[in-house]
């Protein structure tokens, strides 16, 4: 290209003289040209370019309209409260699940199922989106978590928490209103309450006594401290040798001590194993005034346990009584206080006597095994006797000193004005 197009192409004036004395003789100079070649390469390409970023643009779009799909679609799953049914009907938060003749069994709408035992209490305390909580207030649950569950798990029983993972097969028993046994029989579960927090895992059994702090952790299998039913239900997980029927259960078998003699088996691992009318037959036969005398603290706390679970109300308060009065500096002593209110409670529907029961557990161990349960107990037999607008200071009170107690969901109720 001669010097004087170039000057020509870089003037835009000059350029377009160009074009326009060109125009009528068929010819373009070459410079004219060379310009329209470079800018029909130019546009070719801005085409192909424009045409893979609207394909790219276009990709994306689809992309992120199922990524925004699948985000609206797990919201609206997590939007939605858990709900669960009790042998196929209904239930509502905070309604006791006390089963008499037969086990109930609780379906959530997530695929959880919790089995509860014939002669157990257990209520659903809260159900969110994100959380369940159950209380077990006496007896056993067999629980079974479905698999891949978005709910976090957690059980109650008296001072303890048990919170089974995804996919975890277990059973939580609460006897006695001392002692907890969970048995893992598949998946994960963790265990707060005890000196320090537990990790346990399938074949696994741990049992905590609220009285004493004590805590053992062993492999699974069928003991002689555990109930029947539970023991049935680990006799179907874990093959075991059969016994025959003219064989001795091994709970039934004495235990021989150093000395050659045959030890009884105590009434607390009687208790424990729900063996309860053994033991006030065992305490009729040996004369309830000489036992209320003269026994030890642990047999005396076991006939209090054993009578008031099988109903012998009036034998219990004598003995929780007893405990009282020969053991002033107890644990036990203390605790029974909070029996006797639970008696008056639930049994005699005494109000003002299960107050002034409660008063007295919470002044002597504030910081007990008992104190969210007395609490709440409290506050809920207040809210009866006297209504709610009484109970609502408690209520505020409970929510600070207790804010995952069993009976926060009353007490977030109750303090609403």
Same mark, same amino acid.
Request: no cysteine.
């Given at each position: 290209?001669?010097?004087?197009?170039?000057?020509?192409?870089?003037?835009?004036?000059?350029?377009?003289?160009?074009?326009?004395?060109?125009?009528?003789?068929?010819?373009?100079?070459?410079?004219?040209?060379?310009?329209?070649?470079?800018?029909?390469?130019?546009?070719?390409?801005?085409?192909?370019?424009?045409?893979?970023?609207?394909?790219?643009?276009?990709?994306?779009?689809?992309?992120?309209?199922?990524?925004?799909?699948?985000?609206?679609?797990?919201?609206?799953?997590?939007?939605?409260?858990?709900?669960?049914?009790?042998?196929?009907?209904?239930?509502?938060?905070?309604?006791?699940?006390?089963?008499?003749?037969?086990?109930?069994?609780?379906?959530?709408?997530?695929?959880?199922?919790?089995?509860?035992?014939?002669?157990?209490?257990?209520?659903?305390?809260?159900?969110?989106?994100?959380?369940?909580?159950?209380?077990?207030?006496?007896?056993?649950?067999?629980?079974?978590?479905?698999?891949?569950?978005?709910?976090?798990?957690?059980?109650?029983?008296?001072?303890?928490?048990?919170?089974?993972?995804?996919?975890?097969?277990?059973?939580?028993?609460?006897?006695?209103?001392?002692?907890?046994?969970?048995?893992?029989?598949?998946?994960?579960?963790?265990?707060?309450?005890?000196?320090?927090?537990?990790?346990?895992?399938?074949?696994?059994?741990?049992?905590?006594?609220?009285?004493?702090?004590?805590?053992?952790?062993?492999?699974?299998?069928?003991?002689?401290?555990?109930?029947?039913?539970?023991?049935?239900?680990?006799?179907?997980?874990?093959?075991?040798?059969?016994?025959?029927?003219?064989?001795?259960?091994?709970?039934?078998?004495?235990?021989?001590?150093?000395?050659?003699?045959?030890?009884?088996?105590?009434?607390?691992?009687?208790? =424990?194993? !729900?063996?309860?009318? &053994?033991?006030?037959?065992?305490?009729?036969? /040996?004369?309830? *005034? @000489?036992? #209320? %005398?003269?026994?030890?603290?642990?047999?005396?706390?076991?006939?209090?346990?054993?009578?008031?679970?099988?109903?012998?109300?009036?034998?219990?308060?004598?003995?929780?009584?007893?405990?009282?009065?020969?053991?002033?500096?107890?644990?036990?002593?203390?605790?029974?206080?909070?029996?006797?209110?639970?008696?008056?409670?639930?049994?005699?529907?005494?109000?003002?006597?299960?107050?002034?029961?409660?008063?007295?557990?919470?002044?002597?161990?504030?910081?007990?095994?008992?104190?969210?349960? =007395?609490? !709440?107990?409290?506050? &809920?037999?207040?809210?009866?006797?006297?209504? /709610?607008?009484? *109970? @609502?200071? #408690? %209520?505020?009170?409970?929510?600070?000193?207790?804010?995952?107690?069993?009976?926060?969901?009353?007490?977030?109720?109750?303090?609403?004005?």
């Amino acid at each position: 290209m001669m010097e004087s197009e170039k000057k020509m192409l870089t003037n835009p004036f000059a350029r377009l003289g160009l074009l326009a004395r060109s125009v009528g003789t068929g010819t373009v100079s070459r410079a004219v040209d060379a310009v329209g070649e470079r800018r029909a390469a130019e546009a070719f390409t801005n085409r192909n370019q424009a045409h893979g970023m609207k394909r790219f643009f276009g990709f994306s779009v689809v992309f992120a309209t199922a990524l925004t799909a699948l985000a609206v679609f797990t919201l609206q799953i997590a939007a939605h409260e858990v709900s669960w049914t009790v042998d196929g009907r209904a239930a509502r938060e905070g309604a006791y699940i006390s089963p008499v003749s037969q086990d109930a069994t609780v379906r959530f709408s997530e695929g959880t199922e919790f089995s509860v035992q014939q002669g157990s209490r257990l209520r659903v305390a809260e159900a969110g989106k994100k959380t369940v909580k159950a209380v077990l207030e006496v007896g056993a649950s067999r629980i079974r978590v479905a698999s891949g569950s978005p709910v976090s798990w957690k059980i109650d029983a008296g001072p303890f928490s048990v919170s089974p993972g995804a996919m975890a097969n277990l059973m939580v028993e609460w006897l006695a209103d001392e002692l907890l046994r969970v048995s893992i029989f598949e998946g994960e579960t963790s265990l707060l309450g005890t000196p320090s927090p537990l990790s346990l895992h399938a074949g696994q059994q741990v049992s905590a006594n609220a009285r004493d702090g004590s805590v053992e952790v062993r492999p699974l299998s069928p003991a002689p401290a555990m109930s029947s039913a539970a023991t049935a239900e680990i006799r179907n997980e874990l093959p075991a040798h059969p016994i025959s029927s003219d064989e001795p259960t091994p709970a039934a078998l004495p235990v021989p001590s150093s000395t050659g003699s045959v030890r009884r088996i105590s009434w607390s691992d009687s208790v =424990a194993a !729900g063996d309860y009318a &053994v033991v006030v037959r065992e305490a009729e036969r /040996r004369g309830i *005034a @000489q036992v #209320l %005398a003269d026994s030890t603290l642990s047999d005396l706390a076991a006939v209090a346990d054993a009578a008031r679970l099988s109903g012998r109300i009036e034998l219990s308060k004598r003995a929780l009584t007893a405990e009282r009065n020969r053991f002033v500096r107890s644990t036990a002593a203390r605790d029974a206080a909070f029996f006797l209110g639970r008696i008056a409670d639930d049994h005699e529907h005494a109000l003002a006597s299960a107050i002034g029961w409660y008063d007295t557990y919470l002044l002597e161990a504030p910081h007990g095994s008992f104190s969210a349960e =007395a609490f !709440g107990r409290k506050m &809920v037999a207040i809210s009866k006797q006297s209504g /709610r607008a009484a *109970a @609502q200071p #408690l %209520a505020t009170e409970y929510l600070k000193r207790f804010p995952n107690g069993p009976h926060a969901v009353v007490a977030r109720d109750l303090s609403i004005q």
